[in-house]
């Protein structure tokens, strides 16, 4: 089985390919802009390196968000481009809630887990899980005072890009584990959707927008 996984929605463009559940090849750049024209022929030239022709995927998983407007709708349109021109190929959206989530081990997971992503404003996208990783919220934007008293009253577990400026002020939290990893994994995407490719579970990439974009009107 070979599964395709791809993210260009926090400020980068990464892609992992894994035979079984084994990463075969992996490419991850920094980049704020020009992840559309990285992609695809990067894709490419991944195949094209393993010897291996796009309609012998089957599986693809791709982040849907949250993240840059850019860079979640050069994902979601990558994956549906494929999605049509391979309809052999499983194709699933995850979420950065997800892939952050799934990387926690056992000694790091809690009865309450947060995954708290930067939004670059006041507020923080955030989305909890319970221990068997089920997701206990809807994931959404909000502010600190918002959050704080949905973690209060156990031990909880903190993890994403967020939680280094969730944590600036006292927050009087039972903390059981903290990790700030600055993205989610493209190689925990990938997992993610292999995951739900064997539980039957595919979602259709949709994109994940928690706010309004923000727009200028020239006067």
Do not use: W
Not at 64 to 76: A, E, K, L, N
Not at 172 to 180: C, K, Q
Not at 183 to 204: F, G, P, R, V
């Amino acid at each position: 089985m070979y599964t395709l996984a791809f993210d260009t929605t926090a400020g980068g463009c990464n892609i992992a390919l894994l035979q079984e559940n084994r990463v075969i090849d992996c490419f991850k750049e920094q980049m704020e802009f020009g992840q559309a024209e990285v992609l695809v022929p990067q894709i490419s030239e991944m195949l094209r390196a393993q010897k291996l022709e796009f309609k012998q995927l089957d599986l693809l998983g791709v982040c849907v968000g949250p993240g840059s407007f850019t860079g979640v709708r050069s994902s979601v349109a990558a994956a549906r481009a494929f999605a049509l021109a391979s309809p052999q190929m499983a194709v699933t959206g995850v979420t950065a809630f997800e892939a952050y989530a799934h990387s926690l081990d056992m000694s790091e997971l809690s009865s309450l887990n947060a995954v708290i992503i930067e939004t670059k404003r006041d507020d923080f996208y955030v989305q909890l899980f319970n221990g068997r990783l089920e997701k206990l919220t809807d994931a959404a934007a909000l502010t600190y005072e918002d959050i704080l008293p949905q973690l209060k009253g156990r031990a909880v577990t903190l993890i994403g890009d967020g939680v280094e400026r969730f944590l600036d002020k006292p927050s009087g939290l039972v903390l059981h584990s903290i990790r700030m990893d600055k993205s989610a994994s493209i190689t925990d995407i990938a997992a993610c959707a292999i995951e739900k490719y064997k539980s039957h579970k595919l979602n259709y990439p949709k994109p994940m927008y928690l706010r309004a974009p923000d727009v200028c009107v020239k006067s």
